[in-house]
Nanobody, 124 residues
Framework: QVQLVESGGGLVQAGGSLRLSCAASGCTFIDYTLGWLRQAPGKEREFVAAIGWGGNRKDYTDSVKGRFTISRDNANNTVYLQMNSLTLEETADYYC?????????????????WGQGTQVTVSS
């Protein structure tokens, strides 16, 4: 059973930075594409970033390109999301997700396994 546990959320001022982490267990980590998705209050869950098996292929939603960086440490079964220059609109619950294919997907339904989420609140 794949388990994903996020950490690193919290309160940050607009323009600030946070680094989210997601620790995986119960799987062969390198066999999974990992993604970060978020859900703001009253909105649908949306794709943020994804990273392929080897860590070289990455994809981002347009609004975070140049500010967010996804990375993974296959030796420690962990995926990260470095978020810089955060905006008020990025207040959301951030979820780590995994899919057992080496292709980068943006759809919520493309991911088979999910963490419980970590809350990010951006204040003015």
């Amino acid at each position: 059973q794949v388990q994903l546990v996020e950490s690193g959320g919290g309160l940050v001022q607009a323009g600030g930075s946070l680094r989210l982490s997601c620790a995986a267990s119960g799987c062969t980590f390198i066999d999974y594409t990992l993604g970060w998705l978020r859900q703001a209050p009253g909105k649908e869950r949306e794709f943020v970033a994804a990273i392929g098996w080897g860590g070289n292929r990455k994809d981002y939603t347009d609004s975070v390109k140049g500010r967010f960086t996804i990375s993974r440490d296959n030796a420690n079964n962990t995926v990260y999301l470095q978020m810089n220059s955060l905006t008020l609109e990025e207040t959301a619950d951030y979820y780590c997700a995994a899919r057992a294919n080496d292709d980068l997907r943006k759809g919520v339904k493309d991911y088979d396994h999910w963490g419980q989420g970590t809350q990010v609140t951006v204040s003015s």
